[in-house]
């Protein structure tokens, strides 16, 4: 004890030697060290306290069960993938001369021309035979493409000066051949298509253009093809969008795109009749706003974006694909109470509304019945765990409009189709990054909403494309009734 003693008379100044002012001054000195250690450590206790809570965090996120496409939002493209087993050796040989019985593609109904093998000697003996003693071996189609290279049309037009009226004149040019670009409709149909359906780069298209077609086209001069496409299909995006200001029902979803180095986003509101798609710097509910322009639809089908919730519609249905990815998740969290019933509850009302085509109405409306008796039993239950807590508080809110599709077949029970919609533009944003310019934007979402419409009137991508370029009519083939 002597040691430690000795040590704290050193580190204390003699008191004995210091006046009334000196210490005070050490005692204020000693005052303020006091003051900034409690500082310090309140200060360390505070950290201490953050981190211990930012560690918990990050304990129950461990536990907490991955996300992918079989529990929320997450495209499948992005899910870890399993090794395949490997597939078994196959017993035997394969004939590749032979094939299996039945294989091989259908015969071409309408061939363009036909070649009818006879033999006339006997390949084996060299004996004559007839025609008569032969029977059909085998019929198969052989295919080749016809070389292709452009067809070029010169137009002569001539113009003068009218003796009569002092006027200059130019004569008129058939329709489709009027000065200006030097590629038609065909070429812009084709430029369009591979451009908008297989997400090919202007460098490439350039390149396909000299290789199968023969046919010189700079990358610029892609660039003032689509210009110059664009104001037909705007044209056309107006016709689809009176349509869509006109639907009863309204299926509508919104995806992420870069536009010029910034975050935009592509819309689609579709039906099974048309499909619109937009692209807006804005998620909110303004661009509902501007595309329904008053339109107010009986129907919205969407997910619960909040701008989607504030949708114009009279009735909304949920998108029960999510509601199901919702509740997976929470099953997988270790919610064993309440998630799990409301799952079996979503897919039984689902599988309802695949069988309406077979079920009677009486049994229609018993059913109807019974799902509402359900899901209020679903929701007087109490789950503990925290994802069940905040299904149960969202169904709470949301039960009204839940199974909307069980008293109205027209309703479909997923918003799906608008997210297939949006594969195309995926895929599009994966090869060429983002869009450089605003009308390059605008051109897509154009050319997409005519491919995906044309799909719905039964055409295909390269159809679709046609019509909207047709300088004749309508794109729609009818007036709706």
């Excluded at 795109?257 to 039906?271: D, S």
């Excluded at 089908?301 to 249905?317: F, G, M, R, T």
């Excluded at 059913?367 to 359900?374: A, G, Q």
Aim: charged residues 25%; glycine residues 6%.
């Amino acid at each position: 004890m002597s040691e430690p003693n000795a040590t704290f008379c050193l580190l204390v100044p003699d008191l004995t030697t210091l006046s009334d002012e000196e210490k005070d001054a050490l005692i204020v000195k000693l005052w303020s060290e006091t003051v900034a250690l409690r500082l310090e450590v309140e200060h360390l206790r505070n950290l201490n306290t953050a981190l211990e809570r930012r560690l918990s965090e990050l304990e129950n996120k461990l536990n907490q069960p991955p996300k992918d496409s079989s529990n929320s939002s997450i495209p499948p493209s992005k899910d870890r993938k399993k090794n395949k087993p490997a597939r078994p050796a196959r017993k035997g040989v394969r004939r590749a001369s032979i094939g299996r019985k039945g294989g091989g593609r259908p015969l071409d109904p309408n061939p363009d021309q036909q070649i009818h093998a006879k033999a006339k000697t006997c390949p084996h003996c060299g004996r004559g035979v007839s025609e008569a003693e032969q029977h059909l071996h085998a019929v198969y189609d052989k295919i080749e493409v016809p070389p292709v290279k452009p067809v070029v049309t010169r137009v002569h037009q001539y113009g003068g000066h009218c003796g009569s009226c002092d006027q200059d004149y130019v004569s008129p040019v058939p329709r489709g051949m009027e000065p200006g670009s030097p590629f038609g409709a065909s070429i812009q149909a084709l430029a369009t298509y591979y451009r908008y359906t297989h997400a090919i780069s202007y460098e490439r298209l350039s390149r396909m253009f000299a290789d199968l077609y023969n046919l010189l086209i700079s990358e610029g001069a892609l660039a003032n093809l689509f210009l110059s496409t664009k104001n037909r299909i705007d044209d056309r995006t107006a016709e689809i969008l009176e349509r869509i200001r006109s639907s009863r029902l309204i299926c509508s979803d919104e995806t992420g795109v870069r536009v010029n180095g910034r975050n935009e986003w592509e819309w689609v509101f579709q039906n099974q009749d048309v499909c619109i798609h937009v692209i807006r710097p804005s998620r909110g509910s303004a661009v509902i706003r501007e595309v329904m322009a008053g339109h107010r639809p009986k129907i919205w089908v969407s997910d619960l974006l909040k701008s989607q919730k504030n949708n114009p519609a009279e009735l909304w249905q949920v998108c029960l694909a999510h509601q199901l990815r919702d509740c997976e998740y929470a099953v997988d969290a270790g919610d064993s109470i309440f998630a799990p019933r409301m799952k079996r509850i979503l897919l039984r009302a689902i599988a309802i509304h695949r069988r309406r085509g077979t079920l009677a109405q009486s049994t229609l409306y018993n059913y109807r019945l019974n799902m509402k008796t359900r899901l209020h039993e679903c929701l007087t239950l109490e789950p503990s765990q925290a994802d069940g807590i905040r299904l149960k508080k969202r169904y709470l809110d949301l039960k009204e409009n839940l199974f909307l599709f069980l008293e109205d077949p027209t309703i479909p029970t997923t918003n799906n189709s608008s997210e297939q919609a949006f594969r195309m533009s995926k895929l599009f944003m994966k090869v060429t990054n983002c869009f450089r310019s605003q009308w390059g934007k605008e051109l897509f979402a154009g050319a997409r909403s005519v491919i995906n419409t044309g799909k719905r009137q039964g055409l295909n991508a390269y159809q679709a494309i046609k019509r909207a370029l047709s300088p004749f009519g309508s794109f729609f083939p009818s007036q709706p009734g």
